[in-house]
């Protein structure tokens, strides 16, 4: 099976854009997570949704924000970005709830912003 | 919420010796204790992982203990290598998958020959 990947790969903004991100989770995985990864941070959880429902949202601002679709795929997306937003963005598959099912990461979206 | 202390955030070892890793959790109900590595420039990809209804699991050089109790789990790396050098992450699970994976800071791991 092909793994979880995420598009683009890597992005460069500046300040006030927006930006969308996109994953495609493993075929047949119906729940993803994203996450926020900068040094010293470690991964800080975005949101996570299964079958297009938003099942849990992390502590950012209203800013950020996702969907998903009804094949599984799922698209984040970061209005008026900060410089504070440069960062990897993870996405994370799972077959089921990430709670009770492995998460299988894709390699991520390293933003920029300028 | 959950709250995860990752130790140490940087270790040097030799190859050849151990590394221990150690996480600290805040919420006795969680029950599920995945580790995760992440390769410069690569994705986290689990290791290994422990529930609750479990006090150590193995897998070759790299085994999970997990203490109930005292709210900590570690994990062992023995007869380390060079290609273990990364960045490893804990995480803890809550509240039987109504919450998200609450990951450590990472510690990174760093394997001299």
């Known amino acids: 099976k092909a793994g979880v990947t995420q598009t683009p790969r890597y992005l460069i903004k500046t300040r006030g854009q927006q930006v969308t991100l996109s994953c495609s989770p493993i075929s047949g995985h119906r729940s993803v997570s994203w996450y926020q990864q900068t040094p010293g941070q470690g991964l800080q959880f975005l949101f996570e949704?299964?079958?297009?429902?938003?099942?849990n949202k992390g502590n950012f601002p209203g800013r950020f924000s996702g969907r998903q679709f009804s094949n599984s795929r799922s698209e984040m997306n970061v209005s008026t970005l900060e410089l504070g937003d440069s960062a990897l963005y993870l996405c994370a598959s799972s077959l089921g709830t990430s709670a009770t099912e492995t998460q299988y990461f894709g390699p991520g979206t390293r933003l920029l912003v300028l | 919420g959950e709250n995860v202390e990752q130790h140490p955030s940087t270790l040097s070892v030799q190859e050849g010796d151990s590394a221990v890793i150690k996480c600290t959790y805040s919420d006795s109900a969680s029950n599920y204790f995945p580790w995760y590595k992440q390769e410069l420039g690569k994705r986290p990809q689990l290791i290994i992982d422990i529930r609750s209804n479990v006090g150590e699991k193995k897998d070759q050089r790299i085994a999970v203990t997990l203490n109930k109790t005292a709210k900590h789990f570690s994990l062992h790396i023995t007869e380390t290598q060079p290609e273990d050098s990364a960045v490893y992450f804990c995480a803890v699970e809550t509240d039987s998958g109504n919450t998200p994976l609450v990951f450590g800071k990472g510690t990174r791991l760093s394997v001299i020959a």
């Open positions: 949704y299964f079958s297009e429902t938003q099942r």
